[in-house]
């Protein structure tokens, strides 16, 4: 399959999926591990989501890590899609910092 992102619904299964690749499985793309369930009309906050990109920093490298939500968005309203990605971006705009920070 000629893909450069293969996204895995992650949050929902409590991140099962994502020990594969902490088994050592390796994939030559991009990897996009769901930060939040988008089926669940709970809005994460930006550090819970900030604390599932760490947890997935720790097995998948920067480089080929793709933050995304776990699934499509059709089953959520926009009250509720609106700030978990916004959430979800500055999730991931606080993570790029440190990590440039840190080099």
Do not use: Q
């Not at 994939?27 to 994460?44: C, F, K, L, Q, T």
């Not at 933050?67 to 990605?85: F, H, I, Q, S, W």
Request: net charge positive; charged share 30%.
């Amino acid at each position: 399959m000629d893909a450069d992102v293969i996204t895995i619904e992650n949050s929902r299964s409590d991140e099962k999926l994502l020990s594969v690749f902490r088994e050592g499985v390796k994939y030559g793309a991009g990897i996009g591990p769901g930060v939040y369930d988008i089926h669940s009309p709970r809005i994460p906050s930006t550090e819970e989501i900030a604390d599932r990109i760490n947890k997935m920093l720790a097995v998948l490298e920067k480089n080929i890590l793709w933050v995304n939500p776990d699934c499509g968005l059709k089953t959520r309203k926009y009250p509720e899609v609106k700030p978990a990605l916004k959430n979800m971006v500055a999730a991931a705009k606080v993570l790029r910092t440190k990590l440039a920070s840190a080099k």
